[in-house]
């Protein structure tokens, strides 16, 4: 796996965005010479194992964060998909927050001026958009959001990434490690075209500050066409283990995603979208094949034996062990914008909205300096107060800090949003780092869930006003 030993003239800056993961540690690790990376991570770096490598904190959910962790940087990596939560409660789905995460970092990309960012998201199949798995369609979504600005993408879609610590991989190996008989259900005979680590991050490589590939999708995999249960077989193969594989015509999803959680050794969070996906089946659209660089692909059983036998993985940071703020909120919703408002129209009217919705409950006020506060009929101090942000909101995006309420217990940490992504299409409203005052367990069962059902109240009425 040693890159080409061209070095260019002056390395450029090149920024990861997942660097901690399974291809953007390996691509670190074999291709730090050829370029100056920043790896981007949550957490603080302790001991720094690459010298040649930076590493920067980020929060990739705030703008402003992101904006500084790219600043400086030709290319931008995009490696994120659906980020472990940062905080104890975590309201929102997989696609949603992938949405606002690849927005954020669309827009801090373009304030940066950044050249060029690459994204490696999954094969697509030849259906509409409504027919895709959620996992699919979010893949598609993040794909539209990052090229959606000034920074040119490069979309890179792949299938299975077959190489050592691949989760995708993993899975597959685990099976056939532990099941003498596999039976496999109906979605292991779609098609798909796997690829080795090795191909993929040297077409990474190509990719990297190269013209040609701007503004373009590129689909990758090794030419040889097969089925997931010809994956298994080839895989035992390979493995010298005997094992008895047959299929049976049922497509049982929950089954399928048991079975290959137990025996595959997989978190429940990678299974479920990888197992709904499978349905399809998976090939490099020959519009879109990758054709910048002649390629000598690694077979699918020379995939599998480099990703066995290699047994020593990249070195990776020592990381500061964050202590962070406790019992923190996040929650996440997605609302169609049917009537192609403003973020700016709809923050305006939620806060008109919300008082007169609870009429007998709730009054809105707004104090000399422009916060704004919702208060019990017959209270003075509010629950919860907010205060726009005007150097930090646009007419796509509006912020409000957290700054008062007897129902917050910190008024310097949370913020509330309303933005649109992809061309207005939707708006996301969005509360981050909200740190609750009432105690946990009665929090979570009432308050929690109460912003939840008012949430969704307000989407049918924005809904109601599109139709109007």
Partial sequence: MNPSSELPSKKLTVAIAGAGGYIG???????????HFIGLSRRQVQFNPYPEVEWRQVELY?????????????????????????????????????????????????????????????LLPDEPEEKLSRHLKSRLEVEQTLGSRKSKLTAIRASIIVGPGGSSFDMIKNLVKKLPVLMCPQWTESLTQPISLHDTLVILDACIGNPKVYDQIIEIGSPEVM????????????????????????????????????????????????????RHTLLVNPSYKFKQKNMDYLSY?????????????????????????KNTVRSIQRMPNKGQNSSL????????????FFRFIIRGKVSARGDLGFHLLWGKEPMLQL???????????QLFYITGGWLVKRFDYG?????????????????????????????????????LWVMNRFKHYLEKKAAL
């Fill in 415 to 451: 913020w509330l949003e309303f933005r649109e992504v992809l061309d207005s299409k939707y708006i996301i409203s969005a509360i981050h780092e909200f740190v609750p005052r009432l105690p946990w367990f009665v929090y979570i069962h009432t308050q929690a869930k109460l912003h």
């Fill in 25 to 35: 540690s390996w691509f670190i690790d074999q291709y730090k010479d050829r370029y």
């Fill in 301 to 325: 059983e020379e995939s599998v034996k480099v990703a066995l036998e290699t047994v020593e993985r990249p070195k990776m940071p020592v990381f500061v062990r964050s202590e962070g703020v």
């Fill in 387 to 397: 205060t726009q942000i005007p150097d930090r909101s646009d007419s796509q995006r």
């Fill in 62 to 122: 705030s703008i402003t964060s992101t904006v500084e962790a790219l600043r400086g940087v030709d290319v931008a990596i995009y490696l994120v998909h659906s980020m472990s939560a940062s905080t104890r409660l975590n309201q929102g789905s997989f696609e949603d927050t992938d949405l606002l995460l690849a927005d954020n970092f669309s827009r801090a990309a373009a304030l940066n001026e950044v050249k060029q960012i690459i994204y490696i998201g999954g």
């Fill in 227 to 278: 089925s997931y249960r010809e994956m298994l077989e080839r895989t035992a193969q390979v493995m010298e283990k005997k094992r008895f594989v047959f299929s049976v015509p049922v497509f049982s999803l929950g089954l399928s995603k048991f079975w290959v959680g137990l025996f595959g050794d997989s978190p429940p969070q990678l299974v479920s979208p990888l197992v709904e996906s499978l």
């Fill in 345 to 356: 129209w709809v923050a305006n009217r939620y806060a008109i909205w919300l008082p007169i």
